[in-house]
Every structure is written in structure tokens, then in C-alpha cells.
């Protein structure tokens, strides 16, 4: 299964390298940004082209953190996960107009 192989999209891009993996970012980044001026198109396109020629970094920790389905390997109800360390937590999700949506 992709996810058990830790595949992000940015995996997938570098494993195709840089001429087949940025034909198709190329793809991409003028799909989603039909609207935007060539130079906004020119600049994600650059940015995420030097972020894909990195190795990975965070974009792995959701699969770290996750199994399958976005379940938690360890959940936040579980002792095992802080310790012995008695701290409060709270979790917020948001109603309208902010970055949850």
C-alpha cells in the first residue's frame, strides 16, 4: 500500500526526477492556477521544484503520526504517549471562515 511506503506526492516526483517530475508539476501548478498570472505560476512552480529536489522532511510525520485512515498511532487518550508528564491538552477545531475550512 502507497501509505505503509511513506509515498508522498513529492516522493513520487523524485523518484520521476527532475524532467519527468517537473513536466508534471509543470501540469499542475497550471491546472490549479489557471487564473494566476504566469509570473505566480512561475514562481510556485520554482519554489515547489527546489522543495522537491530536498529530501524529505516533514512531509513525512503524517506518516509518522497516522496509520492508514488517518488513524492515530497513538492516540491522545493513551498514557504511553506523554508519559508521566501531567499536562493539560486541548484540542480546538474551528466554525467559520479560518484555516480549518
Do not use: Q
Not at 505566480?40 to 519554489?47: I, S, V
Not at 521544484?49 to 512531509?59: C, D, H, K, R, V
Not at 485512515?69 to 466554525?95: I, K, Q, T, Y
Amino acid at each position: 500500500m502507497v501509505w505503509d511506503r511513506r509515498m508522498s506526492p513529492f516522493n513520487l516526483l523524485r523518484k520521476l526526477g527532475k524532467g519527468m517530475g517537473g513536466r508534471l508539476l509543470r501540469g499542475a501548478v497550471n491546472r490549479r492556477l489557471a487564473s494566476a498570472s504566469d509570473e505566480e505560476k512561475e514562481a510556485l512552480y520554482n519554489y515547489l521544484l527546489i522543495s522537491m529536489s530536498m529530501p524529505a522532511s516533514t512531509e513525512t510525520a503524517i506518516f509518522i503520526c497516522f496509520a492508514t485512515g488517518l488513524r492515530a498511532h497513538m492516540g491522545l487518550e493513551s498514557d504511553e504517549r506523554l508519559g508521566s508528564l501531567d499536562l493539560p491538552v486541548s484540542c480546538f477545531h474551528g466554525n467559520r471562515g479560518d484555516w480549518t475550512h
